[in-house]
């Protein structure tokens, strides 16, 4: 199995690192390789898009032209796998909590509302438990820096755990979201639910 993450910016080798364990706890050969050209994504089963800045992980989209062609490979069924900014970028609408200004040129391959900068200065960043009932009965430690939040949904996305009145983690067929840095905390078991994705969707 080959597994993208998109280069750019963010965190880039925490995914790297956390797809590694999941592939070896799931007995799993895989690569993992750094996507920063169109030409790249036709050579990976999957792709990550990691936190980061989405305002800048979008100019440099745009300006390798492959926003077409990362909006295709998505919707045309490869699995992706967007966490933080990188849910941002693969909502149908993103607007930032204080100024209300949209970030345009989103992907637009995910129906949800997102909201950036959603918890303000005080909470800029914070840790929590959650219950994620598909990921089994142990809490996930969540790790939220600057996150967004998920305020709508579309009728085809399911939601997987929620913060207060909003949601964290969500799915739409082939995409799964999360405001919070799975990356972080050690806990293999999103990488290993996007890793089953991929696996099911090459058979
Ligand atoms: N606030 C950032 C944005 O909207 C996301 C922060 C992050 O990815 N940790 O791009």
Known sequence: MKIGIL??????????????????????????????????LWNVDGIIIPGGES??????????NMDIDLRDFIKSGYPAFGTCAGLVLLAKKAIDRKTGKELTNTLG???????????????ESFEVDIAIPILGEKPFRAIFIRAP???????????????????????QRNIIATTFHPELSGDTRIHRYFIEIIRSSKR
């Open 149 to 171: 939040a998920v305020i709508e949904i579309g009728s085809g996305v399911i939601s997987h755990a929620k913060l207060s009145d909003s949601h964290i983690f969500v799915q």
């Open 55 to 64: 305002t800048t992980i979008t100019k440099l989209i745009n300006r390798m």
């Open 109 to 123: 391959v995910l129906d949800i509302v997102v909201e950036r900068n959603y918890y303000g200065r005080q909470r």
């Open 7 to 40: 280069g750019f910016q963010g965190g880039i080798d925490e995914h790297r690192y956390m797809v590694n364990e999941s592939c070896k706890e799931l007995g799993i050969q895989c690569d993992v390789v750094n996507i920063y050209r169109s030409q790249h």
